[in-house]
């Protein structure tokens, strides 16, 4: 089993049947691994529906937390590795800071971003 860390792009299209990549998150995601997000992922995958109203966001926070096994705190190590990825790859600061999740828990990372993929040794575009 390996452990893999989701980009928001992958988990959003996990929970949205209508996603471009919900198809391609869904099988890859079949596979037995240990998936976590860092919890700027679970703050980015919750903005849409805490724009519907508070029940929405709670609802799908409790969703979310089924799909995964571990959502992964943004400490001083992430936050400091982050920076440094953010300035040498001009990424979001909030790509980065899941870069640098995946790197703390020597993760693979899983994304449907391009940039990111190409940015992260590693990574698997999805």
Not at 1 to 7: Q, R, T
Request: overall charge positive; some cysteine; hydrophobic content about 50%.
């Amino acid at each position: 089993m390996a452990a893999v860390v989701l980009d928001t792009s992958v988990l959003i299209a996990l929970l949205k049947v209508d996603d471009l990549h919900h198809e391609s998150a869904v099988k890859a995601t079949s596979a037995r691994n240990q998936y976590l997000i860092s919890a700027v992922t679970l703050s980015e995958a919750l903005i849409a529906a805490f724009r519907i109203n508070e029940q929405s966001g709670r609802s799908r926070h409790q969703l979310i937390t089924k799909v995964v096994s571990q959502i992964v705190p943004a400490d001083e190590e992430i936050a400091l590795n982050a920076a440094q990825i953010r300035a040498e790859k001009n990424l979001s600061l909030a790509d980065a800071l899941i870069s640098a999740t995946a790197y703390k828990v020597k993760a693979q990372l899983w994304s449907c971003d391009r940039a990111l993929v190409k940015s992260h040794k590693g990574a698997i575009k999805i």
